[in-house]
């Protein structure tokens, strides 16, 4: 049995979103400063851990996910003496840190990048990096069928020194992240250093970047779906990701992250985004020498209802912690509509529906065992920001595809702090500063100020979920026995009779069992769990 000592088997994180938590600087955009600032009000919240969205220099066409110095801080978000600080009010706090790593690509502005760019064809410069002659006629047609995953062919053709058109590289995402060569030993061994820079810092490990990546087929053959548009689910092209040489990776990390351990006892986090087809292909990112964690998004896509959810839970259970590791539920990311808008009906004109399942849907996460992230705003119950205009978009996804249905911006709308009006004390700047996407103003009412005065916010049931979390020892890491319940409600027992109940419907149900409550997600009457309603309880039985 492995021991309950190891934080990270039931860490809750909460994701930070630098550019859009906090501006210290009045620039709009938020900043490590600004996340120094907010750490007091994440630890009343009551989360183990952050884990930072990328802050390293970098030209910024994906948000930071374009690194191009691996060991930096971008001058937006401030700078490495800034990050110490940061770090130093973290440790004091007691709240772990994790930073997010790109090893996938980098920003076509790294020095490698641009030191390949100047190389000629076959040079080692270029041997780092997935470059490789055209097809037909003068090489004008990309060396394979691939798809970037932000639309478009996953090839880009370069100029070469004597001005003519070139060779092309692989970039599985925008054209200005090109894919590092992962068969190529100097990429693992400059992400070495890059680790141990870090981890020197005092850092408690890192969220990995699309972690079933890296690796592509080393033949780099045609894709035989050569339809298959970009989609934000990286399982799509079984040639360019989950191929079997990344788990190698994976165990050279942990390796690394265990020597710091070795020192000073503290254990490091690898935690992986990690898209792949099943359950059973996620367990092997998560063996014992593997990552520590990997989000499991099939919770995130599955549809507000109970069968749905009961598959994907029982799919996690059987196949993941089945395998002595534990799972990591998420239900929200900086890459997708907030539960709040995903999870409502707007043909219903019923505006309160989403909110009411997304605060079951909280309770529910929480109540599973495992590990949770919880992505900010997530606790002030915002909504997705449906409406902005296009000039304001800025997801290389939009620029990509013209397509507004897949774009990420309206999750990523700055933090509402205090105030009635933008910008909600999210930029201690002037008045009439303007955060980089614009706040709508309805954003007042899910202001965190006004969220901690009123207890029947969306923040007082993350903080309360959280804090029994913690002092119950049926919560966490463990297993559940599902009760009997009727169509469309899910229940669960964990440990010795602390149950959660979920009606995915609309009309009230009677309890599953009686017992003594503890915390619901909405109204809920003695004996009787109202529709999109979560509780959790102490059964009699
Ligand atoms: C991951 C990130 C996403 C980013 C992409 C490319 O999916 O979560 O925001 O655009 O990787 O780095």
């Known amino acids: 049995m492995l021991s309950k000592c190891r934080w990270w088997r039931d860490a809750v994180i909460y994701q930070v979103y630098v550019r859009s938590f906090l501006d210290s600087t009045g620039d709009g955009i938020g900043d490590l400063a600004g996340v120094r600032a907010g750490l007091p009000y994440l630890k009343k919240l009551g989360v183990d851990g952050i884990w930072l969205s990328p802050f390293y220099p970098s030209p910024q066409h994906d948000h930071g996910y374009d690194v191009a ?113 992962w068969r190529n030993q100097e990429v693992g061994a400059e992400f070495d250093r890059v680790l141990r820079f870090w981890l020197d810092r005092g850092i408690d490990g890192f969220r990995i970047d699309v972690a079933a990546g890296l690796f592509k087929h080393p033949q780099l053959p045609d894709s035989d779906d050569p339809e298959a548009d970009a989609r934000t689910r990286d399982s799509v092209n079984p040639l360019a990701w989950n191929q079997p040489e990344v788990h190698d ?83 929200n990311n900086h890459d997708q509509v907030r539960t709040v808008t995903r999870y409502g009906e707007p043909a219903t004109g019923c505006s309160g529906l989403g909110a009411a399942r997304a605060r079951a849907a909280a309770l529910l996460m929480l109540a599973l065992p495992g590990a949770a992230y919880i992505y900010q705003g997530e606790e002030l119950g915002l909504p997705e920001v449906v409406d902005l205009p296009d000039d304001v978009l800025t997801d290389p996804i939009f620029r990509r595809t013209g397509s507004r249905a897949r774009i990420r911006d309206g999750c990523r709308v700055p933090l509402p702090w205090s105030g009635q ?109 109202p529709g999109s309603t979560a509780a959790w309880w102490m059964s009699d039985l």
């Open 421 to 529: 009006a933008s910008p909600f004390g999210f930029t201690s700047g002037a008045e009439s500063a303007r955060p980089w996407l614009p706040q709508p103003s309805y954003f007042a009412e899910y202001a965190t100020d006004r969220a901690l005065a009123d207890t029947r916010s969306f923040w007082h049931l993350y903080r309360d979920g959280l804090q029994l979390r913690a002092a119950l020892p049926q919560l966490g890491e463990g297993t559940l026995d599902w009760l009997d319940a009727p169509p469309g409600v899910l229940g669960f027992v964990r440990g010795d009779g602390l149950v959660c109940a979920v009606n995915f419907g609309t009309a009230p149900t009677p309890a599953p069992v009686p017992g003594t409550p503890l915390l619901s997600s909405g109204p809920c009457p003695a004996g009787v769990l």
């Open 69 to 181: 110095d691996y060991c930096g801080v971008d001058p937006l978000f401030g700078d490495l003496a800034e990050f110490d600080l940061l770090m130093a009010a973290a440790r004091r706090l007691g709240v772990k840190v994790l930073l997010d790593i790109v090893p996938n690509h980098c920003s076509s502005e790294h020095p490698w990048f641009q030191e390949a760019l100047a190389s000629a064809p076959g040079s080692a410069a270029r041997a780092r990096f997935h470059f490789a002659d055209g097809r037909g006629p003068d090489g004008a047609e990309p060396p394979n069928n691939w798809h970037s995953m932000f639309g478009g062919p996953a090839w880009s053709r370069v100029t070469e020194a004597d001005g003519r058109p070139g060779q092309w590289y692989l970039h599985m995402f925008a054209p200005e992240q090109p894919d590092w060569n």
């Open 249 to 331: 990776v994976w165990r050279h990390w942990r390796t690394v992250c265990e020597q710091y351990t070795a020192r000073d006892g503290r254990e490091r986090l690898l935690v992986g985004e990690v898209s792949v087809p099943s359950a059973r292909e996620h367990a092997k990112y998560v063996r014992p020498d593997e990552l520590h964690q990997a989000f499991f998004f099939d919770l995130l896509s599955a549809p507000w209802d109970a069968d749905a959810f009961r598959k994907v839970i029982t799919e996690a259970m059987q196949d993941i912690a089945g395998t002595g590791s534990t799972v990591t539920w998420v239900l």
